[in-house]
């Protein structure tokens, strides 16, 4: 078999090494352009995990990078003058070019063929020569342009400015630097090589590039390979503090912007991507050389353990891809709180580092805990001072601490949300819903709130949604909070809201859809006259009569939650319903004061909000739900939901339950882990209004990171909470915690600990003579020094 390799760094030679060991007899050439001594990039980090998978695959390579490896366990975070480290992370780094020439000499040694100072021949015309081509030409790569139409490439060039340094001062850690400057706050990302060098990556957002007078400097035209030299001593100027008299060295260093690479395909006929031709992951997480070196392991395994080509090709897209999807989804996490960092910067120390570990939600709380039990104890010890209601900070984890949400005390962080029961029967909740609010509420949780109710008859999402706008429908519902009230002290809400658009439909079918009702049905209303989808009938649009009236059936029906024992009222200005199409610029199309920009846009919900709040006693807490990304092109913006935010907080909203999309039928969601998060985040940390997270959030971990971070005040359980209803006096039990924040209904109390496993009762013997001693969780980088001549 005859392969080309298109690329000589380290995911191509790699690649040609692994290749090579398994068929001796295949003929292998690789091209690269550069010298063999060129290189761009200063150190390169490895996992313990890729460690581990080269000295399985060559140990002569893993032996030769092994013994030249900068180690260390800690990261520190210098921010406000302070320096906080968190050990217990495991790094292993060298030197890029040191890492070449050992994949340089392992690639002479087994007889692959390197054309150093060699372009390579077009894609197109080596397919046609040669077996298998590999395009590893990085992340301008021509060969994908080539075929850009079937590999479908995708390129994010992000917002941020970067310039890729070493310095000769030794750091002994992983090393973030968050100063703030008079333009804005910079940030660095550096970390040990060699016993000689640090790898030191300066980032800053545009605006503040700007400011710090950067501009002028990269308006510059320079040559191929030249450094912004005007740049880097500005830079040194700037962290001087932090360089503590050393030197930045470039290499080809001027400004740039990262651009996150993704492709819907890798392969096309007999052609494959790997490294940054296939996909790019921000450096702000590790190392483009580790995932490039993954690919090359996947790739020539693939290759061995399939019969042609074309198989082994989708073999190794299939088992790839997933892999760096995860990667890349925490990788687009980090990157955006870096360029986003100056939002935290009004945190503490103690919880800003922790913020800063947590970001990409790979490490958490349980983990850091792991990892570090005296960082984590440290970052607890705060948390709860800061969070205590009456003087007294009492020991739990982050998400069993109180919180005061406006005029109540909720004994936990943890909300179970309005969830859709579709068993009422003309707008009276019923047995099943009494039945799952008292479940819920026994579960643990501190605040359980009804679902999609609606304030009038033709306000109904389905003919199972409950309302509350008759009588009846009042006294069902004080017989369901009477009762829980009997068993249990947890709060309890109700979500108000008028489907809008989305109303007169059927309950869910087999396939969880909800179709319109057509003649069955009941008239519909919007901002403007636009429907759902194609299935859908078109709604009228609102006059000012009709708001009038609606804004009378909010308040009616907020009193009639009153007077039924609510202590929580949620108003549903999100997901597609009527005040959400008042919001989103989407399905607003109004020419009159109601529409156009934001401040028309929501007028009518603050209309709304100010008569409820007029109603709704000051002692019970008032919620907004919003959706706070529509997930499609011309949605609402960032900014507008800031500033959205602001009003409703100003209009008595004690908080804002912070969901995302399902206002317009052709979204296109990113899902994912806690996925909706950073919407809370934006806004608890712009607005400073309490919030609530919501939206794949599933285990304790994730919510006690989320608390302690910052990113939100409470956190919304929903799924899990089906699937578990006592998910939190669980959470509380596999926590050890046995407080007053997770109280166990007494006839359940027996059941409180957690039960015994398979084979709990087996007590292993010993079987090591001496114990294997602890790694220290601290370890820094401190090379021996040189010695001096004399």
Same mark, same amino acid.
């Given at each position: 078999?005859?392969?080309?390799?298109? =690329?000589?760094?380290?995911?191509?030679?790699?690649?040609?090494?692994?290749?090579?060991?398994?068929?001796?007899?295949?003929?292998?050439?690789?091209?690269?352009?550069?010298?063999?001594?060129?290189?761009?990039?200063?150190?390169?980090?490895?996992?313990?995990?890729?460690?581990?998978?080269?000295?399985?695959?060559?140990?002569?390579?893993?032996?030769?990078v092994s013994a030249e490896f900068a180690r260390w366990s800690d990261i520190d975070v210098r921010y406000q003058g302070q320096a906080l480290t968190s050990g217990g992370h495991g790094f292993a780094a060298l030197g890029r070019k040191r890492l070449l020439r050992i994949l340089q000499d392992r690639c002479a040694a087994l007889g692959v063929d390197v054309r150093y100072r060699t372009q390579a021949p077009p894609a197109a015309e080596l397919a046609g020569a040669y077996d298998l081509v590999v395009a590893s030409d990085g992340v301008r790569s021509q060969t994908r342009a080539a075929y850009a139409d079937a590999f479908?490439?995708?390129?994010?060039?992000?917002?941020?400015?970067?310039?890729?340094?070493?310095?000769?001062?030794?750091?002994?850690?992983?090393?973030?630097?968050? +100063?703030?400057?008079?333009?804005?706050? &910079?940030?660095?990302?550096?970390?040990?090589?060699?016993?000689?060098?640090? @790898?030191?990556?300066?980032?800053?957002?545009?605006?503040?590039?700007?400011?710090?007078?950067?501009?002028?400097?990269?308006?510059?035209?320079?040559?191929? =390979?030249?450094?912004?030299?005007?740049?880097?001593?500005?830079?040194?100027?700037?962290?001087?503090?932090?360089?503590?008299?050393?030197?930045?060295?470039?290499?080809?260093?001027?400004?740039?912007?990262?651009?996150?690479?993704?492709?819907?395909?890798?392969?096309?006929?007999?052609?494959?991507?790997?490294? !940054?031709?296939?996909?790019?992951?921000?450096?702000?997480?590790?190392?483009?050389?580790?995932?490039?070196?993954?690919?090359?392991?996947?790739?020539?395994?693939?290759?061995?353990?399939?019969?042609?080509?074309?198989?082994?090709? /989708?073999?190794?897209?299939?088992?790839?891809?997933?892999?760096?999807?995860?990667?890349?989804?925490? /990788?687009?996490?980090?990157?955006?709180?870096?360029?986003?960092?100056?939002?935290?910067?009004?945190?503490? #120390?103690?919880?800003?580092?922790?913020?800063?570990?947590?970001?990409?939600?790979?490490?958490?709380?349980?983990?850091?805990?792991?990892?570090?039990?005296?960082?984590?104890?440290?970052?607890?010890?705060?948390?709860?001072?800061?969070?205590?209601?009456?003087?007294?900070? &009492?020991?739990?984890?982050?998400?069993?601490?109180?919180?005061?949400? =406006?005029?109540?005390?909720?004994?936990?962080?943890?909300?179970?949300?309005?969830?859709?029961?579709?068993?009422?029967?003309?707008?009276?909740?019923?047995?099943?819903?009494?039945?799952?609010?008292?479940?819920?509420?026994?579960?643990?949780?501190?605040?359980?709130?009804?679902?999609?109710?609606?304030?009038?008859?033709?306000?109904?999402? @389905?003919?199972?949604?409950?309302?509350?706008?008759?009588?009846?429908?009042?006294?069902?519902?004080?017989?369901?909070?009477?009762?829980?009230?009997?068993?249990?002290?947890?709060? $309890?809400?109700?979500?108000?809201?008028?489907?809008?658009?989305?109303?007169?439909?059927?309950?869910?079918?087999?396939?969880?859809?909800?179709?319109?009702?057509?003649?069955?049905?009941?008239?519909?209303?919007?901002?403007?006259?636009? +429907?759902?989808? +194609?299935?859908?009938?078109?709604?009228?649009?609102?006059?000012?009569?009709?708001?009038?009236?609606?804004?009378?059936?909010?308040?009616?029906?907020?009193?009639?939650?009153?007077?039924? =024992?609510? !202590?929580?009222?949620?108003?549903?200005?999100?997901?597609?319903?009527?005040?959400?199409?008042?919001?989103?610029?989407?399905?607003?199309?109004?020419?009159?004061?109601?529409?156009?920009?934001?401040?028309?846009?929501?007028?009518?919900?603050?209309? &709304?909000?100010? /008569?409820?709040?007029?109603?709704?006693?000051?002692?019970?807490?008032?919620?907004?739900?919003?959706?706070?990304? !529509?997930?499609?092109?011309?949605?609402?913006?960032?900014?507008?939901?800031?500033?959205?935010?602001?009003?409703?907080?100003?209009?008595?909203?004690?908080?804002?339950? &912070?969901?995302?999309?399902?206002?317009?039928?052709?979204?296109?969601?990113?899902?994912?882990?806690?996925?909706?998060?950073?919407?809370?985040?934006?806004?608890?940390?712009?607005?400073?209004? #309490?919030?609530?997270?919501?939206?794949?959030?599933?285990?304790?971990?994730?919510?006690?990171?989320?608390?302690?971070?910052?990113?939100?005040?409470?956190? +919304?359980?929903?799924?899990?909470?089906?699937? !578990?209803?006592?998910?939190?006096?669980?959470?509380?039990?596999?926590?050890?915690?046995?407080?007053?924040?997770?109280?166990?209904?007494?006839?359940?109390?027996?059941?409180?600990?957690?039960?015994?496993?398979?084979?709990?009762?087996?007590?292993?013997?010993? $079987?090591?003579?001496?114990?294997?001693?602890?790694?220290?969780?601290?370890?820094?980088?401190?090379?021996?020094?040189?010695?001096?001549?004399?």
């Amino acid at each position: 078999m005859r392969v080309a390799v298109i =690329g000589g760094g380290p995911g191509g030679l790699y690649f040609a090494a692994l290749a090579k060991q398994l068929s001796p007899h295949w003929e292998i050439t690789v091209w690269e352009r550069n010298a063999a001594d060129d290189t761009f990039g200063f150190g390169v980090v490895f996992s313990d995990e890729t460690l581990d998978g080269i000295a399985q695959a060559d140990p002569a390579i893993h032996e030769a990078v092994s013994a030249e490896f900068a180690r260390w366990s800690d990261i520190d975070v210098r921010y406000q003058g302070q320096a906080l480290t968190s050990g217990g992370h495991g790094f292993a780094a060298l030197g890029r070019k040191r890492l070449l020439r050992i994949l340089q000499d392992r690639c002479a040694a087994l007889g692959v063929d390197v054309r150093y100072r060699t372009q390579a021949p077009p894609a197109a015309e080596l397919a046609g020569a040669y077996d298998l081509v590999v395009a590893s030409d990085g992340v301008r790569s021509q060969t994908r342009a080539a075929y850009a139409d079937a590999f479908g490439p995708d390129l994010d060039e992000r917002h941020c400015r970067y310039m890729w340094l070493a310095t000769d001062k030794v750091f002994e850690a992983f090393t973030f630097i968050v +100063a703030e400057r008079d333009f804005g706050t &910079v940030q660095v990302h550096a970390y040990p090589f060699d016993d000689t060098r640090s @790898t030191f990556i300066v980032e800053i957002d545009e605006e503040s590039w700007r400011r710090a007078g950067f501009e002028a400097f990269a308006a510059r035209d320079l040559p191929p =390979g030249a450094n912004d030299e005007a740049s880097i001593r500005l830079c040194e100027e700037i962290l001087a503090d932090h360089l503590d008299g050393h030197r930045l060295i470039p290499n080809g260093s001027r400004w740039i912007r990262f651009t996150t690479v993704r492709n819907s395909s890798w392969r096309h006929e007999n052609v494959v991507l790997l490294g !940054d031709a296939a996909h790019t992951a921000h450096f702000s997480i590790g190392s483009g050389t580790k995932l490039a070196m993954e690919d090359a392991l996947a790739l020539a395994a693939c290759l061995h353990e399939h019969p042609d080509v074309p198989a082994a090709l /989708a073999a190794y897209e299939a088992e790839r891809k997933p892999v760096v999807e995860s990667t890349q989804r925490a /990788a687009q996490a980090s990157l955006e709180w870096f360029e986003n960092v100056g939002r935290y910067t009004g945190q503490e #120390p103690l919880q800003f580092a922790f913020n800063l570990l947590t970001r990409s939600r790979r490490v958490t709380y349980d983990n850091l805990r792991v990892r570090d039990a005296a960082f984590t104890g440290a970052v607890d010890a705060w948390h709860a001072d800061r969070t205590a209601i009456g003087g007294q900070a &009492v020991p739990a984890p982050p998400m069993f601490r109180p919180f005061q949400l =406006g005029g109540l005390r909720l004994r936990n962080r943890v909300v179970v949300p309005p969830t859709a029961l579709y068993s009422a029967q003309n707008g009276v909740p019923g047995d099943f819903d009494l039945v799952h609010l008292s479940t819920q509420a026994l579960g643990g949780s501190g605040l359980v709130i009804a679902g999609m109710t609606a304030v009038s008859a033709d306000g109904r999402a @389905t003919p199972g949604c409950p309302g509350l706008y008759t009588d009846e429908q009042e006294a069902a519902w004080r017989r369901i909070t009477d009762f829980v009230r009997g068993q249990t002290d947890t709060c $309890l809400g109700v979500q108000l809201t008028h489907a809008g658009r989305r109303a007169a439909t059927s309950t869910p079918r087999s396939d969880g859809r909800c179709v319109p009702l057509g003649d069955n049905g009941w008239p519909l209303l919007a901002p403007s006259a636009l +429907a759902w989808d +194609a299935e859908s009938a078109t709604p009228r649009e609102a006059t000012r009569a009709d708001m009038d009236a609606l804004t009378e059936d909010f308040t009616a029906a907020a009193r009639r939650a009153d007077r039924a =024992g609510f !202590d929580v009222l949620e108003l549903q200005y999100g997901h597609g319903h009527l005040m959400s199409s008042f919001l989103s610029p989407l399905t607003n199309r109004r020419t009159d004061s109601y529409g156009g920009s934001l401040a028309g846009r929501m007028r009518l919900p603050l209309e &709304v909000l100010e /008569a409820v709040r007029a109603v709704w006693p000051f002692g019970k807490a008032l919620i907004v739900r919003i959706s706070a990304a !529509d997930w499609a092109e011309g949605g609402i913006s960032e900014s507008d939901v800031v500033e959205l935010c602001r009003a409703l907080g100003e209009a008595g909203a004690d908080a804002v339950d &912070v969901s995302t999309g399902e206002v317009v039928a052709h979204e296109r969601p990113r899902y994912g882990r806690s996925y909706q998060t950073p919407y809370a985040d934006l806004i608890r940390n712009a607005v400073g209004v #309490p919030v609530i997270a919501v939206g794949a959030l599933s285990t304790y971990d994730d919510v006690n990171s989320v608390i302690l971070a910052g990113r939100a005040d409470l956190c +919304a359980v929903g799924r899990a909470q089906l699937h !578990d209803p006592l998910w939190t006096l669980h959470a509380a039990a596999a926590q050890d915690y046995t407080g007053p924040a997770a109280p166990w209904p007494v006839s359940w109390r027996a059941g409180s600990g957690r039960p015994p496993g398979a084979r709990t009762d087996r007590i292993p013997p010993r $079987l090591q003579l001496l114990r294997d001693t602890p790694a220290p969780v601290h370890q820094r980088w401190l090379p021996e020094p040189a010695a001096t001549a004399v």
